[in-house]
């Protein structure tokens, strides 16, 4: 007998429900169309300018070159922010620029643009204004956090604390733990050699091995580190960490993500702070090796910054000028004592490193942030993972809110620190805001009714010079380590999502969550994720269906012209369908094929074949493999079989040839490296990860680059268009 449960409704029945609705409301909105426009509602009625009293103070200027000069100032001071340096002063001076013109905006928003034409109008006008509200708040908190960073005064600090370490006066114990869940071995092989290669004499290093594997047990003997398990998968990482406390009895913790790999500068650079007997944590950057997956699927690779570049570029050293540093789970050191007096890592919420840096935070103890490069991750590589990640650390942020016992954040913290508290939480709601902005142009596009009563010469004159500045700021604040128009994609790729998990957690904040990132994958083929998206898509279609019809009505004369409100409404819905779009594309991933990444290291090295020598260069280096360029013609070879020297790094692989070709007139040789050695394995680790060097630095593209960008992956749909074999 059959166990299904029996279907109460057939899907044949939902079908016809929903076809039968979706008539129903096409054709009274149909039957609501008069000459003014396809609107559900007639914008002369909803959208009456006759009662509207602009004060005298607020009225634009009439001769054009006063109304353009506040758009030719900014645009002036944009191109002289080219040639500034952000430094804190000029930091202060130019967001205090950018407040005032966002407080111009927004009085003129207030006073003179609220539409209470209709009630309809007077609920929709109400809604958008009341998120806009929360957003000027959020802006103000943004530009008044982000002006003061310390990354020039941590920098010099550790150039004076690393003597003391260099010399061996101040060599405190240290433990680097390496926590893993299910990563494959040659990503903890790759990690655990960048933890030993580190240039520190009194480390011990142990793989906290959370599935019991006796592969990755055999590993830690083969590269002689120590080993650590436990019976269970309890709270997670956290627990996971909180158990290896029981047997280390190091001065110092360095927890290591298994798919990090520390510099061999990492403990001389961070160890000598704790010779300051105040500073309890040192958190580093996280860096990527590997572009995120939206810059690899639109094929846009090494020019854009990962999307955590603002937080570690600027942000974490903003909190540091006011003691709200986060920890971020790797490539950090903190002081055991400290951690052991906060009861070890927090295991109430999904993640640990936030949580448990609040809790010191808020019993006192100082984190600092050093903004110096010294380890290096794989970034996700699907967009399946960026949002399971993403979602993850959304929960893990808001289940704070709900520790006051734990973590009292608005009793033990100052008030500085209680608003990148305020900011955060607004931020685990960015998603709502993100949707409001998205459906707005929409929603105002079929009833007909616009959110704000303006003309267009006053959305010029008001709105266009803070956006403009807030566009470029956004950038120049950071060195041009994040965009803003990118940074708009991130949010619109996150938000329907995000608003599916903050729906679950607002109801049951310690839902379950996933635990782990996946590691190290494959795929054969293309991946659409058109069932992930379909929200964006749409909302394409949506848009794209209201401009053509108000486009081909007005071609024949089958409405009135456009009104200068239906110029903005249009360039808004533009705008969030270019957003839409390419973060549509974005998500299309393409195959990956690699288990390891290559890099353009290009350096000497030597071919030897029986009794034949071949000189060259590689272009491309990975741990499995190379491709050689022969700087000699071509020669032919009598065996596949050769070994390897790397001339200037003075150490031998053997390899296999899987692909020799003349191009451009030069023998080009595709190698595998065959039957490697732990050393040689450790060679090629150090030589590819355990130094920044120049492959691993991303563009720094300004605001019109990034934009041109961001129109191109649209014009070319690469993720969309190419074909694989």
Known sequence: MSTEPKKIISPGVWLLFTTSAIVFISTLFISSWTSTGPTFFSPQEVNSTVDRVVPASLQVPTIDWELLLPIVAVLSLCICLRFIRATNGTRLIVKLIVLFLAARYFTWRTVATLNFSHPASTIFSLTIYIVEVISFFSCCLYMLQTIWSTSKQRRMEADRYSQAVISGEYLPSVDVLVPTYNEPDYIVRRTVIGCQAMEYPNKTIYILDDTRRPNIKALARELGCEYITRPDNTHAKAGNLNNALKYIS??????????????????????????????????????FYNSDYHNRNLGLENFLPNDLEHFYGLLQSNRDAANSVICCGSSYAVRRSCLDAVGGYYTRCCVEDFQTSLRMLTQGFRLIYLNEVLSTGESTRTYIDFIDRRLRWLQGNFQVYFCGKDIPIWSKLNWIQKSYSVSQLIYCFQPVLRAVFLLAPLCSAYLGISPFIATLPEVLYYFLPFWLL????????????????????????????????????????????????????????????????????????????????RLVGLQFGVWSTFDESAAVLIFWLLYNALLAGIAVLSAIDRPIRRTMDRFPLQTLCKITAKDKVLWGYTQNISESGAKVMSIEPEVALDTSHVEVTFLEYDFS???????????????????????????????????????????????????????????SSIIQAKSLLNRYD
Not at 675 to 695: A, I, N, S
């Open 250 to 287: 190091g001065e110092l913790i360095v927890p290591i993500d298994a798919d990090f790999v520390p510099f061999k500068n990492f403990l001389t650079r961070t160890v000598g702070f704790f010779q300051n007997t105040e500073i309890s944590l040192v958190q580093t950057p996280q860096y």
């Open 470 to 549: 807030h566009i470029v700021v956004y950038g120049w604040a950071t060195n041009y380590r994040v965009s803003y128009f990118w940074n708009e994609v991130y949010e619109t790729i996150f938000c329907f999502p995000a608003l599916k998990r903050l729906w679950l957690i607002v109801r049951t904040p310690f839902a379950k969550a996933s635990q782990a990132t996946r590691k190290g994958i494959k795929a054969d083929r293309k991946n659409y994720n058109f069932n992930r998206t379909l929200p964006l898509i749409i909302l394409l279609a949506l848009s794209g269906l209201t401009i053509g019809l």
């Open 653 to 711: 692989v053997r390899a296999e040839i899987v692909r020799s070709r003349v191009k451009k007139g030069k023998f080009e040789i595709a190698l595998q490296f065959t039957q490697l050695e732990t050393e040689q394995q450790r060679k090629l680790v150090e030589v590819l990860y355990t130094e920044m060097t120049w492959w691993k630095q991303r563009k720094k593209p300004g605001s019109l680059d990034s934009f041109l960008a961001m129109i």
